[in-house]
């Protein structure tokens, strides 16, 4: 089993739709949830994080963590063409041991 | 803004062939990493430093070696390139305390023929 599930999409929204996107894991002990966002033909850049559990809101994007069904989410509210990307979570719980999902592909379309 | 570079962004080398990939940053972190990054399997750490000349192996270090003899350089070394290390290889680095926080290079898109 995969430390980390992610469905692979893609995901197709017109603009100004709420977007929901969503990853899974199996270790209980994970405490860092991240959410990077990857253009195409560029390296990842950090969206957001979080530590431990809960939600955290940034602009039109909120991260959830799920602890007891092992469930992170990244929505985007008032989706722009400029989001459309491949959103990696990553999940882990010390210095080395980050697990990726293989990323979700979104097009938010004009 | 923190800025990484790798030194290249396309590379096509033959089976046997010595391959050296090199990252650098420039905010005086820490930490510094090596993934390779498949469709369908993410990103996969290979090797990662948290100081000059101190590596430790990440979850697929076989058949690659990495070298870090000053804070802001990080070298990825394919001892002997294989058909089966044609993939990305995406660089990052982060502050000591923050591995969670990592910045990431544009990626090196390596072919070996």
């Known amino acids: 089993q995969k430390e980390v599930e992610q469905d692979p999409g893609p995901l197709s929204v017109p603009e100004g739709a709420i977007v929901s996107l969503n990853c899974t894991y199996s270790n209980s002990a994970f405490q860092y949830f991240m959410w990077y966002r990857q253009y195409s033909r560029k390296g990842p850049e950090l969206l957001m994080y979080?530590?431990?559990?809960g939600n955290k809101e940034d602009g039109r994007f909120t991260a959830q963590v799920d602890k007891s069904s092992k469930y992170i989410s990244l929505f985007i509210r008032d989706s722009q063409p400029s989001d459309s990307a491949t959103y990696l979570c990553a999940i882990g719980y010390n210095f080395n041991k980050f697990y990726f999902g293989s990323g979700t592909k979104l097009n938010v379309k004009p | 803004d923190v800025k990484v570079t790798q030194s290249s962004r396309y590379l096509v080398k033959r089976t046997g062939e010595k391959v050296f990939l090199e990252c650098v940053q420039d905010m005086d972190h820490e930490n510094m990493f090596w993934y390779r990054q498949d469709p369908g399997l993410g990103l996969r750490l290979i090797y990662f430093?948290?100081?000059?000349?101190?590596?430790e192996k990440g979850d697929i270090p076989e058949g690659y070696s990495v070298s870090r003899e000053k804070k802001e350089r990080f070298s990825l070394i394919l001892e002997s390139a294989s058909t089966n290390q044609t993939s990305m290889y995406l660089c990052?680095?982060?502050?000591?305390?923050?591995?969670?926080?990592?910045?990431f290079g544009p990626g090196t898109r390596l072919t070996v023929l």
């Open positions: 990052a680095s982060s502050f000591g305390g923050r591995a969670h926080e990592q910045f």
């Open positions: 979080t530590y431990s559990s």
């Open positions: 430093s948290y100081d000059v000349k101190m590596k």
